[in-house]
Nanobody, 116 residues
Framework: QVQLVESGGGLVQPGGSLRLSCAASGFTFGLYAMSWYRQVSEKERERVAFIPRRGSNTDYIDSVKGRFTISRDNGKNTVSLQMNSLKPEDTAVYYC?????????WGKGTLVTVSS
């Protein structure tokens, strides 16, 4: 059974940093690309960052390029999102995602609030 558990969200002031982590289980982690998505209220969920199974050729939505860094540890089955220079518009629920056996799997999400 695929499980994704996010952690690390919280309240941070503009310009601050947070590091999100996602612990994965139920599949061979090192064989699958991973992503971080975010969602604000009823808006469509958007993919923030993507990392292939070997960690190279990462990809980011334009609004976070140069500020966010996605990384993975295939030995620990974790994927992380380092978020720097946070802005109020980064406020959202952040979700870990894997496309596995033709299905999207999601964690429950972790709330990031950027506010003074």
């Amino acid at each position: 059974q695929v499980q994704l558990v996010e952690s690390g969200g919280g309240l941070v002031q503009p310009g601050g940093s947070l590091r999100l982590s996602c612990a994965a289980s139920g599949f061979t982690f090192g064989l699958y690309a991973m992503s971080w998505y975010r969602q604000v209220s009823e808006k469509e969920r958007e993919r923030v960052a993507f990392i292939p199974r070997r960690g190279s050729n990462t990809d980011y939505i334009d609004s976070v390029k140069g500020r966010f860094t996605i990384s993975r540890d295939n030995g620990k089955n974790t994927v992380s999102l380092q978020m720097n220079s946070l802005k109020p518009e980064d406020t959202a629920v952040y979700y870990c995602n894997v496309w596995f056996q033709s299905m999207d799997y999601w964690g429950k999400g972790t709330l990031v609030t950027v506010s003074s």
